[in-house]
């Protein structure tokens, strides 16, 4: 997996004493500027560099801060003390420009829009085969609003920045959502759906395809309540890559099985590597005893969301999502609810110590899925019934809750494998828009839940929705805390910026 490799481009900068020619030297680890994109080669490494900023192989992508601990469904967990600017997120208490996690997330998602930037530039001016260089292209365009999805969601109006700067050009005012969308986002989606490839060869799995990029737009639409354009793109993304849902859940959660038929995009992380490209979500969420630091944890409310039947059996995915008491853990011994503040810890982004100990447990090999197929599939309930078209849209929801409920035809490790249960996740037959609407909201915290998407989905929502959903936050304003401020570094060099 060639985006795998980080371009390291390292100058070395030396002193010494008595030395009256090192000045002289030719610099033997980096290229200049003007020495750079020069080939074929070159522009691969430029591009594998624009993904690392997605990847959790650093401590600085702090995506799941804002989508899972700043939502009804996770705490901050960990120690008390530990990680203080996430429990002022968690509690929208102190959120200061200066918070960490703020810091973090603009500056690497800049840092990822800055190399894309670069790649626009100077990639076209490379003499080099022509479907390399439109498929290196289009995955710029791809990361690059990506990185923006991100950024306008977190901090709402921010710098559109759509080519190289130097540092005296970055006293650059923030501009409209609006703008964002349709200049970065929408426009870079459409650009990599024409330049990038249906399928990727298997050494260049995990790389932007027609059908990320495809669906990026769909949820970008979505976002903006464009309901009629999100419904007719997200159609289109299942026929770019024979997308489907895998028979069980947790397949898109075990390494063994990676990048499946239901991922769409994926960030991809691998064990023991030079330079580091392992998972550390694994150590940020684990628990204690297995080298853990257990933030993130599961909320009750998050717990109880889940269906369960008139005897007693709960949806499945309540299990594959979280570790609670009576049910085994990773590797099969009996949870222990003291491993948690909140007597739950999550599964998703965990793998077990049988496959990686707790020596190097900061290093896992599981990816990241941002965008998967049953997130589509809902994306396109959502919007059809925003049109005024129940029916329709109990076709993409039933899909959803068909697999679900199907895992006891496909998981031996269930309870009673073999035989469904009865009135477990039964088809949903609503057809009023606000009933369905709700049950559409539902499926996708239970579906979806601790894959970072929970409180941008409550933020898009809107306001009453957000505020009953939060409502255990005391400090929670919806006008106030729909967006982050701009980081203090930022403001401090970038004099533009508004208030």
């Known amino acids: 997996m060639k985006i795998l490799l980080n371009i390291c481009i390292t100058v070395i900068i030396g002193t010494a004493c008595g030395c009256s020619n090192f000045l002289n030297e030719q610099v033997k680890a980096g290229y200049p500027d003007d020495a750079f994109y020069k080939t074929a080669a070159q522009a691969e490494l430029a591009v594998n560099a624009a993904y690392q900023p997605l990847s959790f192989a650093n401590d600085q992508n702090r995506l799941w801060v804002f989508g899972d601990v700043a939502s009804d469904d996770a705490d901050k967990g960990g120690n008390p003390g530990d990680q203080a600017d996430i429990g002022n997120i968690d509690d929208f208490v102190q959120i200061y420009p200066i918070n960490g996690n703020i810091e973090s997330v603009w500056g690497i998602y800049y840092e990822g829009i800055t190399r894309c930037n670069k790649i626009l530039q100077q990639v076209p001016t490379i003499a080099m085969d022509k479907v390399l260089q439109n498929r290196i292209l289009?995955?710029?365009?791809?990361?690059?609003?990506?990185?923006?999805?991100?950024?306008?969601?977190?901090?709402?109006?921010?710098?559109?920045?759509?080519?190289?700067?130097?540092?005296?050009?970055?006293?650059?005012?923030?501009?409209?959502i609006a703008e964002i969308y349709a200049n970065a986002i929408e426009a870079d989606c459409k650009s990599a759906i024409t330049l990038l490839p249906a399928l990727q060869t298997d050494a260049e799995?995990?790389?932007?395809?027609?059908?990320?990029?495809?669906?990026?737009?769909?949820?970008?639409?979505?976002?903006?309540?464009?309901?009629?354009?999100?419904?007719?793109?997200?159609?289109?993304?299942?026929?770019?890559?024979?997308?489907?849902?895998?028979?069980?859940?947790?397949d898109n959660f075990n390494e063994k099985f990676k990048n499946n038929a239901e991922s769409i995009f994926s960030v991809q992380h691998l064990t023991n590597q030079v330079p580091f490209l392992g998972n550390r979500l694994n150590q940020w969420f684990a628990p204690r005893t297995e080298s853990g630091y257990y933030f993130d944890v599961p909320t009750q409310r998050f717990v109880d969301a889940f269906e369960v039947t008139t005897a007693g059996i709960p949806d499945p995915r309540l299990d594959y999502s979280v570790g609670r008491k009576g049910q085994p853990w990773l590797d099969g011994e009996a949870f222990d609810p003291e491993w948690s503040p909140t007597g739950y810890l999550q599964k998703k982004n965990l793998q077990p110590v049988s496959e990686i100990p707790k020596s190097i447990k900061g290093n896992g090999n599981l990816n990241y899925v941002a965008i998967r197929y049953a997130d589509v599939l809902l994306w396109q309930a959502e919007a059809l019934n925003e049109l005024g078209k129940p029916e329709e849209a109990l076709k993409y929801l039933n899909q959803v809750r068909k697999r679900a409920r199907e895992s006891y035809l496909f998981d031996k490790n269930l309870e009673g494998f073999g035989t469904i249960p009865k009135g477990l996740l039964a088809d949903i037959t609503v057809t009023s828009q606000n009933g369905l609407r709700d049950i559409?909201?539902?499926?996708?915290?239970?579906?979806?839940?601790?894959?970072?998407?929970?409180?941008?989905?409550?933020?898009?929502?809107?306001?009453?929705?957000?505020?009953?959903?939060?409502r255990d936050k005391e400090s929670f304003n919806y006008d106030i805390n729909h967006y982050f401020p701009i980081p203090q570094s930022e403001r401090d060099t970038n004099k533009s910026l508004t208030p």
């Not at 901090?155 to 050009?169: D, H, M, R, T, Y």
């Not at 499926?443 to 505020?467: Q, S, V």
């Open 205 to 250: 799995v995990g790389r932007a395809t027609k059908g990320a990029a495809t669906a990026l737009l769909a949820k970008a639409y979505l976002y903006q309540k464009k309901w009629q354009e999100a419904a007719s793109t997200a159609a289109l993304v299942q026929p770019l890559g024979g997308y489907a849902l895998a028979p069980v859940l947790t």
């Open 440 to 470: 559409i909201h539902k499926e996708r915290r239970t579906e979806l839940g601790f894959e970072f998407h929970r409180f941008f989905d409550l933020m898009r929502w809107g306001k009453e929705e957000a505020m009953n959903a939060l």
């Open 138 to 176: 289009g995955e710029a365009h791809f990361l690059r609003a990506h990185y923006y999805f991100y950024l306008v969601n977190i901090f709402g109006p921010v710098p559109l920045i759509l080519e190289p700067k130097n540092a005296q050009e970055l006293q650059i005012p923030q501009s409209p």
